[in-house]
């Protein structure tokens, strides 16, 4: 087509004039709607949260960073310690110490020893054994717990930690599993990663490319709405649409001819249904949707056989953890294929190069400003999930007199906002 008939064919604007190049961008300007979900850059306080393989903790101080907190996590006598990794003396990394004692960590500049269990001062090496430095200091301590193969650490502000089990997807802490998972550290913020996996729109496209969907069945678009039970909410599909007309444009799809077939009829166990039969653990929870997510950042896909579980877990405001977990409910050597396929494909397509998709674009995601569209109804949602449960703790732990940082009122909003 030639330059000249391009201009030709090139729609104009109603007023005779040339679109200005400024564009057309309103919307939501900032996060203040939600002032704690704004606040929480390093993730909720209150909560337990996946740091490491329980396999990697050994009697070697190993660092981490959760919500934006420096710890050191330690194995002593079979049981994990996590302290504050920070010598109060000089500000040297624990990280950096041994143990020189059962149930202690020196520090490695001048042999400061903690006690594991309560972050006393035990001795002072270069001290002497009577420094009287001992019995003055104090080093922050953290609970600690071991589910699913992991290191769990839970960050409070003072409150005694809940139950570790109370936290646990309820099918997950009450049915045997084995289990398939991942852990990596990802640039973005944690509520990018968490909103990515919750949103209705991308699955759809951004993933068509992806290899564990390359022969699958995809729809264009879907209905769905929001439902709350409990602790999670629920994306419930009420219908797919397997290809569309869009106005001026044509015909779109996902479909080709080396795909399966799209289902004769809408399900919510699995993302586009299936022929298997779903497992009993699975069908005993009477999930609304495939798609539910909890505080404080957990997505459960459920499937007919087996559950993905997403636990988005904050580093700090640029980084976090992504832990994806795969869970099948089949027990003794019926569960041998799961294993063998775990190994040979879904580690590699599933938690490797489908969801680096997912990856890329928490990385480069630049929000606010944003402008929302109907399918982002998911993401309101979660986001008010989040900030009525923050609101909940912070009204609980005043009364308990408990002070916690607060979430700054919601005083600045942009258009469409609300």
Not at 6 to 20: E, I, L, M, V
Not at 210 to 225: D, G, H, I, Q, Y
Request: glycine share 10%; charged share 25%.
């Amino acid at each position: 087509m030639s330059a000249g008939a391009d201009a030709h064919d090139r729609p104009k604007s109603t007023t005779g004039h040339r679109p200005s190049r400024r564009g057309r961008l309103p919307g939501r300007q900032t996060w203040s709607t939600w002032p704690h979900y704004q606040h929480a850059v390093s993730g909720f306080r209150g909560y337990w949260y996946p740091v490491a393989f329980s396999s990697h903790v050994t009697r070697r101080p190993k660092a981490i960073t959760l919500l934006g907190e420096r710890m050191v996590v330690i194995r002593d006598a079979g049981k994990v310690y996590a302290l504050k990794d920070r010598c109060p003396h000089r500000g040297v990394p624990l990280s950096y110490g041994s143990q020189q004692f059962p149930g202690t960590l020196s520090c490695v500049y001048h042999g400061w020893t903690f006690d594991l269990e309560t972050g006393d001062l035990r001795a002072a090496i270069t001290d002497g054994p009577r420094s009287p430095i001992c019995g003055k200091v104090t080093q922050p301590t953290y609970d600690v717990a071991e589910r699913l193969g992991m290191v769990w650490i839970f960050v409070g502000d003072g409150e005694e930690a809940t139950p570790i089990d109370d936290q646990l997807p309820e099918e997950l802490r009450d049915n045997p599993a084995v289990i398939g998972a991942r852990i990596q550290r990802r640039a973005g913020n944690w509520r990018f990663a968490c909103e990515n996996g919750y949103d209705e729109g991308h699955a759809k496209y951004l993933h068509r490319t992806s290899l564990w969907r390359l022969f699958k069945a995809m729809p264009v678009w879907n209905e769905t709405r929001i439902v709350r039970r409990g602790r999670w909410i629920y994306r419930v599909q009420d219908a797919q649409h397997w290809d569309a007309d869009f106005p001026g444009l044509g015909r779109w799809n996902n479909q080709a001819w080396f795909k399966l077939r799209p289902p004769s009829k809408v399900t919510n166990i699995g993302n586009t249904g299936g022929h298997r039969e779903v497992h009993p653990a699975i069908a005993a929870q009477e999930f609304p949707g495939f798609a539910s997510v909890s505080m404080p950042g957990v997505l459960r896909i459920a499937y007919p056989t087996f559950i993905h579980y997403e636990f988005y877990v904050p580093v700090d405001g640029e980084n976090h953890l992504y832990v994806g977990v795969m869970a099948d409910f089949r027990r003794g050597l019926r569960s041998l294929p799961f294993y063998v396929k775990y190994l040979g494909a879904i580690r590699w397509l599933f938690h490797g190069q489908f969801s680096g998709q997912d990856r890329w674009m928490v990385e480069v995601t630049d929000a606010p400003p944003e402008r929302l569209y109907r399918p982002d109804d998911s993401l309101l949602q979660w986001r008010r999930l989040a900030e009525d449960t923050a609101e909940e703790r912070v009204a609980r732990l005043r009364e308990s007199g408990l002070t916690v940082a607060e979430a700054r009122p919601a005083t600045e909003t942009g258009p469409g906002d609300g």
